[in-house]
């Protein structure tokens, strides 16, 4: 069984459009992430969510808003994508906050290509 | 910038040959985490490091940490080529930051 999944695995689209990417780990963790890899690999966490409340909120730009339904889910929606949202996209999840060092488990990745 | 820094930015070997990188980083930290990233996947976690500790060891990895250096090593010995990745190291104190990664590429 998947314990990190997202979808899609590739998302091509173009500049000024809205879109989504999904997120859900099967693991019972409490604390869901959103980091961006950009072409350099550097790992830059975006967004952090304990429970379903917001933890962590990088200096992200607000056109980014992620939502969690449930602890099991934590969707990224993008409004008005621009050339810079290219990137990789990975979701990850621990079973507590970072404060107590935990692992955590990532997911594939979503491609993002903004044409 | 807080990110830890990995070194070498590539590493190219032999299977059989030890793969040293290391990796620092500024602040003071709860402990560090080694991190595996094969191409076109998500990270997964290959050990993790108290400050308390010094020296780990899981399977073929060893781990040190020298905090009064700020800096830890991962040594994978007697490489084979599926350990071709990329190696992440992370540290905590309230977010978890990742440096760039050291590319290993090892050669049958």
């Known amino acids: 069984d998947t314990a990190v999944s997202q979808t899609p695995k590739y998302l091509v689209t173009q500049m000024g459009n809205d879109k989504s990417i999904k997120c859900e780990q099967n693991l019972g963790h409490d604390t869901m992430y959103w980091y961006k890899q950009d072409s350099k690999k550097f790992l830059k966490i975006m967004f952090s969510?304990?429970?379903?409340?917001?933890?962590i909120n990088e200096t992200v730009p607000n056109r980014f808003s992620p939502k969690s339904p449930d602890k099991a889910h934590l969707n990224l929606h993008i409004n008005s994508l621009e050339l810079g949202d290219s990137a990789v996209y990975f979701c990850?999840?621990?079973?507590?906050?970072?404060?107590?060092?935990?692992?955590?488990?990532f997911g594939p990745g979503t491609r993002l290509l903004v044409l | 910038s807080q990110q830890g820094e990995e070194d070498p930015q590539a590493l190219s070997i032999q299977e059989g040959e030890n793969a040293t990188m290391n990796c620092s980083y500024k602040t003071s930290i709860n402990n560090l985490q080694w991190y595996r990233q094969n191409s076109g996947r998500g990270l997964v976690h290959l050990i993790l490091?108290?400050?308390?500790?010094r020296e780990k060891h899981s399977g073929r990895l060893r781990v040190t940490l020298d905090t009064s250096k700020k800096s830890s090593s991962l040594l994978i010995t007697a490489s084979r080529a599926a350990d071709t990745a990329s190696y992440f190291c992370s540290h905590n104190t309230d977010k978890l930051i990742f440096g760039t990664g050291t590319r290993l590429q090892v050669f049958p």
């Open positions: 490091i108290r400050s308390n500790e």
């Open positions: 969510y304990n429970n379903k409340e917001l933890i």
């Open positions: 990850a999840s621990s079973l507590a906050g970072l404060a107590g060092g935990e692992t955590q488990y």
